[in-house]
């Protein structure tokens, strides 16, 4: 069983790679073999729309063509057992490097005449993981569930089940009291003692389920 992880924040040791970090722990509990990238080290684009992937001279499945640091991770997908892809919301929607992977990851698999066929050969699952600094209760009045939906969505038609977990109001600084902030050090502090251990346990739960092949959801 070999899952790859894919941290989408610039922060190697943030939230996001925090909660990467207990999926991945909950997967190598069950025996799997988790790959880390950490994608703001790679130097990579967006798709190019050169439409390479959709040529009928070529044989499929096709991984993305563009050749930058990002094509030997998606030669890797071919033969992954499972995908994490965790972000932080930047401007209510995923950060530039994570909406770049996807675009690589799922367009080559995208079936242009059938979109309800695949390209992908095989079904696997999903898990994607959401921090953000809005609290939970505003999440759907923001439309973030649409967007986090559209996303599992895409996900869910090229690869297989695809699950969602979320930290909300998260800590952004070390020090609130030397930096710009809509809240308190002390509300901050509140909240995180309050709910982000829990926030990690669903993350190291999803992991365990995508090492064991399937999701509850
Ligand atoms: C450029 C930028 C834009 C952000 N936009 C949002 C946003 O639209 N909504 C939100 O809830 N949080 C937003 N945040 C906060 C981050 O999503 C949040 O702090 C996240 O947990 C950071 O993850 P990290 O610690 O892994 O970097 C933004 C942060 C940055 C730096």
Known sequence: MKILAFNGSPRRNGNTATLLDQAIAGAQERGAEVERF??????FSGCVSCFSCKRL?????????VKDDLQPVLEKVRSADAICIATPV???SETASTRALIERLCFPYLNYADYTKSHFPRRIPVGLIYTMNIPQERVEAMGYDVTFGRT?????????????????????????SKYE???????????????????CEKARMLGTQLANGKLAG
């Open 38 to 43: 950490d994608l703001y080290t790679l130097q």
């Open 57 to 65: 001279d070529r044989e499929r499945p096709i991984v993305c063509v």
């Open 90 to 92: 930047y401007y209510g």
């Open 152 to 176: 599992r969505s895409t996900l869910a038609r090229e690869f297989g089940a695809c699950e969602i977990v979320m930290a909300c109001n998260t800590t952004q600084y070390d020090d609130y």
């Open 181 to 199: 902030a809509n809240a308190t050090p002390e509300s901050k502090k509140a909240y995180r003692d309050a709910h982000f251990a829990e926030d």
